[in-house]
């Protein structure tokens, strides 16, 4: 994504939060593993973006960047989250769900949401 993506995420909601993971932190060379956006507007939390290099799918970083940005959204008074992501993302889709998320039945993307 180009920093003008990234600041458009950020700029989405009132109150957002970015986190990346190096590989260095996983014991590999340097580079970047992945990262997150995570945003809120009121009592609702977004999954803004989040995403994993290809090397690195499968070694969690999927999942401590979620679970991170969730128990930040909890901490700052939301009380839901809602993320979408590509009807084919299996991955993401298999993540989401094994941390609560349900799918919206009323969305015309992928949009899942959990109570926080």
Known sequence: MSSAGIDDAREATPVSRHRVIDATALGREGGLAGYSI?????AVGYL????????????GVGRSLVTDGLLWLRR???RSAIVNTQQVND??????????FIA????????LSLEL
């Open 76 to 78: 700052r008074g939301a």
């Open 48 to 59: 803004q973006r989040v995403a994993v290099d290809p090397p690195y799918e499968g070694a």
């Open 91 to 100: 991955r993401a889709l298999a993540l989401y769900r094994a941390l609560g």
């Open 38 to 42: 995570v945003g809120r507007a009121g």
């Open 104 to 111: 919206d039945p009323t969305a015309t993307l992928t949009v």
